[in-house]
């Protein structure tokens, strides 16, 4: 008999059965698992190795995919695309590098990445002791994905940065601009900044034709994928002509200075020297004011230089030949206002000698006889009235007056109360002595025929021949007989302009300026050079007008850079250099 608990619950029969056979699968299960016996063993092994490969064919997967295309972040893939972009190459006229692309290396920080941010600060300062640690340390703060910790680093402070090991922190190769000539023809080039975007001159004009986009499209990497931009700038006449420049300015003790050679013919700027100027490299300060691109950007009174298109303008009307007169005798009175000469003669004068003798008195009534409205027509002819353009984005509008009566068409005749920048008073100039076609300068390189196609004619090929005429008598009897240059047979005028400070004339402070065309008996190239309130000089007497500075400085260019441009000096005067004049019988032909 067996003792039982009363209070035990009592399982059924059928219940019973239930939980037994649960546990016996669960038991064969387990022997199943763990069965030694062959036929189980290999197909386990089989899973188990399926599995494995498996899992290694996706890591190997992933390293590859690493190595090729790196999981960078968004603000990482996107600095290395838009610091990829390349710039072409700029050469000058002869194929000379003016402007190139090298590669630089950046470091970059991750912010999100680095641990410890006061140590990173403390350990890149150290390589890097240019860098604020206040500015840096709120970089690294910040939950970005990208930062710049330093631009454009030497290879020496690369090898520094990268023996720190600082997680989070890396390198990107980018491009970066080079100008191998230093500051000559800067004006010209402009310059690109840290992030190679061109900011001013041909390297902005460049950046307009669609730069980045070819760069999105991926054909702009490197500066091989790009055709180099020709300029029709010479460097080595840029060179000379800055250089004349330099020591004009310091012995002429001037505030400025600047320089132009252009190709008549082609419309082609062949040299620009602006002084005060910059170097590129370092462009810190090119937007300093005083640093302006004063042939381009610079609006000035150009003094008795406008006389030579009122003369044109007066020969061309058919109005005046080249044999008329006009009485330049005592002064000229309008209303309150009174015009004298400078170098009074005190006598009629003809045509020539009112060049010659630079005669405010008789350039006034010259353009008189063509009226107010003829003058403007003429003037407007000459691009002296619009904003000139070119391929540089820097350039300025002219200051007109804002009334024009009989006035201002006497002061403008012989250049006052009209400012223009001078690149355009040269263009208005270069038409007068090249047959009288108006070709908008260019900074590009091209041939006489390209340039032709888009000039008009200005002034008939007559009065072109006179003007060439009576510049070269200039050169001969008058003001611009300190730049002739024995064997280049050169023609010029001489302007000065008195500054306007304050809204007054400034008798102590001048503009000067000298233009020149060489050879006068079929020009190829006009030389421009003017000076910002230059100083007289025992030397000079104490004179401080054009022909003193301007006109010394530009025979020098002249002598200089003609030989560079393929002018040969020619020691005997050119047979009949001048028919029309000749059969004329023009004042002062031989």
Known sequence: MHDTDPTAPQQKPSQKAATETRAARLRR????????????????????????????????????????????????????????????????????LLATDVKTVSVYAEPRNIIDKDEATELLTAVLPDLNARELREKLGTRRGFVWVKREITPRQQVEVHRLGIPGVGFLTENKRVYPNGPIASHVLGFANVDNEGIAGIEKYIDGLGLRALAGAGFATQATDLEPIK?????????????????????????????????????????????????????????????????NVGVYEMGSTFKAITTAMALDSGKVNINSTFDARGVMRYGRFTIRDYHGQNRILSVPEIFIHSSNIGTAKMALTVGVEGHKATLRKFGQLDRLRTELPESAEPILPPRWGELNTITISYGHGLAVAPIQAAAGTAALINGGHFITPTFLKRDEEEALAGARQVVSPKTSEAMRYIMRLNAERGSARKAAVRGYYIGGKTGTAEKVINGRYDRNKNFTTFMAIAPADDPKYLFVVLYDEPQGLPETYGYSTAAWNAGVTTGKVIERVAPLLGLPPRFEKPYRPFPAMAQAGAWGIQ
Do not use: Y
Request: no cysteine.
């Open 231 to 295: 300029l029709s700038i010479d460097l080595r006449a840029t060179h000379a002509l800055r250089d004349e420049l330099v020591k004009g300015m310091e012995k002429f003790k001037a505030k400025a200075t600047a320089g132009l050679i252009l190709d008549v013919k082609t419309g082609e700027v062949v040299a620009l020297a602006s002084l005060p100027d910059f170097d590129p490299n370092n462009p810190v300060e090119a937007l300093d004011p005083d640093r302006i691109n004063r042939i």
């Open 29 to 96: 299960f387990l022997a199943g698992v763990f069965s030694l016996r062959v036929e189980k063993s290999q197909a386990r092994v089989g899973v188990v190795t399926l599995a494995f490969a498996g899992l290694f064919v996706v890591i190997t997967g992933r390293l590859v995919l690493l190595a090729v295309a790196p999981d960078a972040p968004g603000d990482l893939r996107r600095a290395s695309a838009e610091i990829s972009i390349a710039r072409p190459d700029i050469v000058d006229r002869n194929g000379i």
